[in-house]
């Protein structure tokens, strides 16, 4: 069965700081892995996908890598901004045969404050 | 605006109560999914829809009841619950291009705002 875990918990920075979020699966036989940000009491916004064939994926200020042999991915952030502030969660799809096979697994997220 | 809305946004409901979620999307997929996510535990699928038919439960309570009448929507009907059942429950849909074998799809879900469900 697929686990994800996400590292930290929390985060609190100061405007202007590059931050890296953690993201740890334990199957490495995935689709893709897909990071999203859910703001208070919204649903999910899909800010990048990686094909597992792939090593990372840029949108603006967001870059995403991915090591599906060690089973990790970190998401980047450069200069926050208050507006970063959300819960940005990790989540894979697997393709092991098992109960997880097909499915998106999900982290518990990383809560995200940025302070002006 | 994700395409995604979900009615109501808020329900507070009694144990004996029958209530319904309504989930719709203005995308044009084929794909549709209910996910559930409590306070001390990961996002976590409930049901898969493709092409109106149901292709997954993921061990879910007869107590939550899917019902898929076309493409486009999708409601989850309620009925004596428990407060552990209270939870965000988060509708979202994709464009399945495997033609139903939903778990080789691994194009992007859109999800939709969620209905936050309290279970008195």
């Known amino acids: 069965k697929q686990e994800v875990t996400q590292i930290p918990a929390a985060l609190s920075v100061p405007e202007g700081e590059n931050l890296v979020l953690n993201c740890s699966f334990t199957?490495?036989?995935?689709?893709?892995l897909q990071w999203f940000r859910q703001d208070p009491g919204k649903g999910l916004t899909s800010l990048l996908l990686i094909q597992s064939s792939q090593r990372e994926q840029t949108s603006g200020r967001l870059n995403a890598s991915l090591d599906k042999s060690s089973g990790r991915s970190t998401l980047y952030i450069a200069a926050s901004q208050p507006g970063d502030s959300a819960t940005y969660l990790c989540?894979?799809?697997?393709?092991?045969?098992?109960?997880?096979?097909?499915?998106?697994?999900f982290g518990q997220g990383t809560i995200l404050t940025v302070h002006p | 605006e994700t395409g995604v809305t979900q009615t109501p946004r808020h329900l507070v409901m009694g144990m004996t109560n029958k209530k319904s979620l309504k989930c719709e999307q203005h995308l044009g997929h084929n794909a549709m999914y209910w996910y559930k996510q409590s306070a001390k535990k990961p996002l976590e699928l409930m049901f898969v829809y493709n092409f109106k038919e149901q292709t997954e439960n993921n061990s879910v309570p007869s107590r939550f009841s899917p019902e898929c009448p076309n493409s486009s929507h999708l409601f989850l009907h309620l009925h004596t619950l428990q407060p552990e059942d209270s939870a965000l429950y988060l509708c979202a849909s994709s464009q399945d291009l495997t033609g139903g074998s939903w778990r080789h799809n691994t194009d992007t879900q859109y999800f939709g705002p969620g209905t936050r469900l309290t279970v008195l």
């Open positions: 199957d490495s036989a995935i689709y893709n």
């Open positions: 989540a894979v799809r697997s393709r092991g045969k098992g109960t997880s096979y097909g499915k998106l697994t």
